[in-house]
């Protein structure tokens, strides 16, 4: 049994998918499996792929329908046989000691989780990456989940080698256009006894342009994608860790009047906004009775269509107007 699985989802990166590849084959580390996943790729990204795999074993290769990245991601856990599952993007490098390195911590330290810092790889060179958060060393679970809403790198799963037990019954949602990072890594850390975090950067994340995240459809469908999970997360976390419940009440909140002020909602989409609305201004007044500001409370439940549908509300503050 390969020590590491290395999950790969691929999807029309012919131009990257290479030197990706490249840094993988050049680990010191070397027991290792590479999973890649070409989801439907209309270039040469599959073929690249498999010659790879016939120049050594240690690439698999799974040619599917495209179905998205969740898809691609969530048939790569499926065939992992290793002790410890890695992801990489295919069109991002890995330091040659990355795996090596993320090995030697989670064994030395007892963990279940490691996490490496990163760098932005632009085509004249790389930008490193500061973290809110700058604790390193040996965390809870608890500990990491109370910085995993302010600190965005904390939900970047390709950081993280995880012991694979823990992703045994976790996949990623269907096909969202909402950040999965968010919704996927918050599940697997809250299984963990210890989390690692060291300052090693051995991941260097490609920024390359995306027009898809600039039109107004897909905004709209972050928002519609976002209203369905959210829910599902804050119930995941505060059960388990009742402490956090009000943490994840604020911010979930302020997504809402975040959503409600920025975003254009279609007539299906309010009716959802309007129900997750209503769930939680009723754990509002469950969890923390007599210490809900109302005006907020009500303004967050009985937003007016017009303004979802047709124009932009005001947000005029932060959460810290929800519980006094």
Known sequence: ?????????VYNVSAYLAECLDSIHGQTLQDWEAILVDDGSTDTSGTICDDYAAR????RVIHKENGGAASAKNAGLDLATGQY????????????????ILVDTVQSQNAQIVECRFDRLYTDGSQPVSFGWDQLGAISAEEYLNHYLGEWTCSLFWLKLFQAELLRDIRFRRERR???????TYKAIAGVEKIVRIDNVLYHYRQRMSSAVQSEKN???????????????????????PSL?????????DIMFYFAADFLFCNETVKKFRKVAA??????????PGRVTML???????MKKSRLLHGRTQRKSNMNNLFP
């Not at 769930?279 to 923390?288: A, I, R, T, V």
């Open 219 to 241: 905004r709209r469908q972050i928002t519609d994608d976002s209203l369905e999970i959210l829910i599902e997360r804050y119930q995941w976390v505060s059960e388990r860790y």
């Open 1 to 9: 049994m390969p020590k590491v699985s290395i999950i790969v989802p």
């Open 296 to 302: 907020y409370a009500l303004r967050l439940l009985f």
């Open 245 to 253: 419940r009000k943490i994840y009440l604020r911010h979930d909140v």
């Open 279 to 288: 769930f939680y201004l009723g754990q509002c007044f469950l969890h923390f």
């Open 178 to 184: 909402c950040i999965d990072d968010e919704f996927f």
């Open 85 to 100: 599952i890695t992801f990489i993007d295919s069109d991002d490098l890995v330091e040659e000691n990355w795996l090596q």
């Open 56 to 59: 050594d074993s240690r690439f």
